[in-house]
């Protein structure tokens, strides 16, 4: 969430309270948090309309399993982002394997593109391969501190809570990680 969000949320007794069916609780809980929701499904979409579809359907997951949360394994805020970033992921796995009705079209763009779009297809999992091995390389704290920072979404301040360290420390990880990687990917 970004750092100019409103803080003093209590986003499991809002869920405990959905999980009751209280509509105006879900529309308490969409007041808050939409615009953020809306940010992560549209670094995910990278399309307005498809990240606000998103959320709808987010908030009508988040309706119908509220009952489903358990604290015991996570924060309830983290829970909602997950519902959101997952229903995102999903939207462009599910485009990726949609099939254009006109064939020809079709085999004229993958003749035009086979060995370019090949190329770039090994360039990217190599790219993905190298990247994974920087990772690795990193440790505990900076890989963490930058995978809930760019996979995530979260803030400083939200990664210093998750790894119950200071803000200025979860700060230098990433910095310091982030310039490992580029090191590393160079």
């Not at 809002?14 to 999980?19: D, K, M």
């Amino acid at each position: 969430m970004p750092p100019n969000a409103p803080t003093g949320f209590d986003h499991a007794a809002a869920l405990a309270a959905i999980a009751r069916g209280s509509e105006s609780e879900l529309q308490r809980l969409y007041q808050h948090e939409a615009r953020f929701l809306l940010g992560v499904a549209m670094r995910i979409v990278r399309d307005r309309a498809l990240a606000e579809d998103v959320l709808h359907d987010a908030f009508i997951a988040i309706w119908h399993k509220a009952d489903s949360y358990d604290a015991s394994k996570g924060e309830a805020r983290g829970w909602i982002y997950a519902i959101v970033r997952h229903k995102a992921l999903n939207l462009v796995r599910s485009s990726l394997r949609l099939v254009p009705a006109d064939e020809e079209v079709i085999e004229a763009i993958e003749a035009e593109h086979a060995v370019a779009s090949l190329a770039d297809a090994f360039a990217i999992e190599a790219d993905l391969g190298r990247l994974q091995g920087c990772l690795e390389r990193l440790d505990t704290a900076k890989r963490n501190s930058i995978l809930y920072a760019y996979v995530d979404g979260c803030t400083h301040g939200e990664i210093a809570q998750r790894l119950q360290s200071p803000l200025g420390t979860v700060k230098a990880w990433i910095k310091r990680g982030l310039a490992s990687l580029k090191e590393c990917m160079s």
